[in-house]
C-alpha cells in the first residue's frame, strides 16, 4: 500500500522555464511533508517542508503547494537550473509517530 | 563529523554470507531510519527506531533482515545469508524530532553489491 506516490518517475524541462514536481497522498492523519533532492552517489538532502496548517511555503526558487482536500502537492522551481538535475522524493509524516514516508522518486533533467 | 555517517561506503559480498551495515546518526539525534534504494527504483523503507519506543520493523523484506540500535545511538542493519536481489544502496537518515517534525538528515549510504 503506498501512502505517498510520485506518478511522473521523470520530468525534463528546459533551463529558464518551470518545473513542477508533483506528489499525491492517501493518508489523511499527514499533515507534515517535505521534499528532498538526491544526486547521484549521494544521500538525500532536505529542500524545503510544509505543515498542513499552511497552503504554500516559499524558499528561494523553490515553492511547495499543498492542497489538503485533494491530498495533492507539488514543487515548483522557478527558473530551472542544471544544477537542479536530480531525483527529487516528496516525504510525508503524520499520524501516531513521527515516522517519514517517502514517495519513490521524480528524476528531473534540466536542459541547458 | 557533524553529519550521518555510514559504513562502509561500499560492500561487496558473495552470495549466501552474512553482512552488517553500520550507521552513526548526528549525535542528539533521537529517530533513526534506514533505507534502500535499489537501481532504478525509489526509497524503500525499512526500518524505524524513535527513542525509547518499539522499533517500526513493518518494512523489513524478509526474516533475514534485521537492525538494532544500542545506545539510543549507532545502529547496525544485519543481513543474513544474502541474496543478489539484496543489491541496493542502504541509506541511514536521522531526525531529532524533540517537539515535532524536523527533517531528516542522510548518509551517503552504503552500496550493497552480492555477486
Known amino acids: 500500500d503506498q501512502q505517498v506516490k510520485q506518478n511522473s518517475p521523470s520530468l525534463s524541462v528546459q533551463e529558464g522555464r518551470i518545473s513542477i514536481l508533483n506528489c499525491d497522498y492517501t493518508n489523511s492523519m499527514f499533515d507534515y511533508f517535505l521534499w528532498y533532492k538526491k544526486y547521484p552517489a549521494e544521500g538525500p538532502t532536505f529542500l524545503i517542508s510544509i505543515s498542513s496548517i499552511k497552503d504554500k511555503n516559499e524558499d528561494g526558487r523553490f515553492t511547495v503547494f499543498l492542497n489538503k482536500s485533494a491530498k495533492h502537492l507539488s514543487l515548483h522551481i522557478v527558473p530551472s537550473q542544471p544544477g537542479d538535475s536530480a531525483v527529487y522524493f516528496c516525504a510525508a509524516g503524520g499520524g501516531s509517530n513521527y515516522k517519514l514516508t517517502f514517495g519513490k522518486g521524480t528524476l528531473l533533467t534540466v536542459n541547458p | 563529523g557533524a553529519g550521518v555517517s555510514q559504513s562502509p561506503s561500499n560492500k561487496v559480498t558473495e552470495k549466501g554470507k552474512d553482512v552488517e551495515l553500520r550507521c552513526d546518526p548526528i549525535s542528539g539525534h533521537t529517530a533513526l531510519y534506514w533505507y534502500r534504494q535499489s537501481l532504478g527504483q525509489g526509497l524503500e523503507f525499512l526500518i524505524y527506531f524513535q527513542g525509547n519506543s518499539a522499533p517500526d520493523k513493518s518494512g523489513l523484506p524478509s526474516d533475514r533482515f534485521s537492525a538494532e540500535r544500542t545506545g539510543g545511538s549507532v545502529s547496525t542493519l544485519t543481513i543474513q545469508r544474502t541474496q543478489q536481489e539484496d543489491s541496493a544502496v542502504y541509506l541511514c537518515?536521522?531526525?531529532?524530532?524533540?517537539?515535532?517534525?524536523?527533517?531528516?538528515?542522510f548518509g551517503q549510504g552504503t552500496r550493497l553489491t552480492v555477486v
Open positions: 537518515a536521522s531526525s531529532l524530532e524533540s517537539s515535532g517534525y524536523t527533517e531528516a538528515f
